[in-house]
């Protein structure tokens, strides 16, 4: 575990996933968040959870064709049924294998009941 957190998904974005300025699309590494966020928050919740929120969203450089994804996630806050996850997105680029920070958000997920009605978390 480093500073960031785990890393909960590594991926290596396709072809399929350029936008029009031949980087990757935004949308794309959204989704790896909410998909990397949920499976903490799921743990944390110990059940299904929803995105309710994104904030604090900061992208700081463009990804490529070629990077190595890695989703860190780690749990920044918690209430009585909703858990907010700090979610950093670094790319591991070229030859050299050089770490690049790509982005970074916050997201916050509300744990839910059978009825989809939002449910207190469990105790630590």
Do not use: C
């Amino acid at each position: 575990m480093t500073e960031r957190g785990d890393v909960i998904l590594r991926v290596m974005p396709q072809l399929t996933d350029i936008n029009t300025n031949g980087h990757i699309f935004g949308g794309w590494v959204l989704s790896q968040m909410d998909i990397a966020g949920g499976i903490v928050a799921h743990r944390i919740a110990q059940g299904p959870v929803a995105t309710v929120a994104i904030e604090s969203m900061k992208f700081i450089t463009p990804i490529l064709l070629g990077d190595i994804v890695s989703v860190y996630a780690i749990e920044e806050r918690r209430g009585r049924t909703s858990v907010a996850i700090r979610i950093d997105v670094v790319a591991t680029r070229g030859r050299q294998r050089e770490q690049v920070e790509l982005t970074s958000g916050v997201y916050t997920f509300v744990a839910l009941d059978a009825n989809h009605r939002p449910r207190p978390l469990p105790e630590d």
